[in-house]
């Protein structure tokens, strides 16, 4: 009467997609989610955390930061 191949156009499909999208969210979101991987800081990240700590005033901040940027002081 129905054949396999019918249903696989059907709910499916439908399910295949579902799981494609979910493993995808699960595996490639940048967002720091608990459990999953988080994108680590940037060296320039590190150094405005300090500079905002007051751990460097603000002419080793600007220093530093010339360095990384690649621009010498």
Not at 49 to 69: H, M, Q
Request: glycine share 6%; net charge positive; with cysteine.
């Amino acid at each position: 009467m129905f054949s396999y191949g019918y249903q696989f156009w059907g709910m499916h499909l439908i399910w295949w997609c579902i799981w494609l999208i979910l493993l995808f969210w699960i595996f490639a979101t940048p967002y720091q989610i608990p459990g999953q991987r988080y994108k680590p800081d940037s060296p320039l990240d590190i150094l405005k955390k300090r500079y905002a700590k007051g751990e460097l005033n603000t002419e080793e901040y600007y220093d530093k930061k010339k360095v990384l940027e690649g621009k010498t002081p």
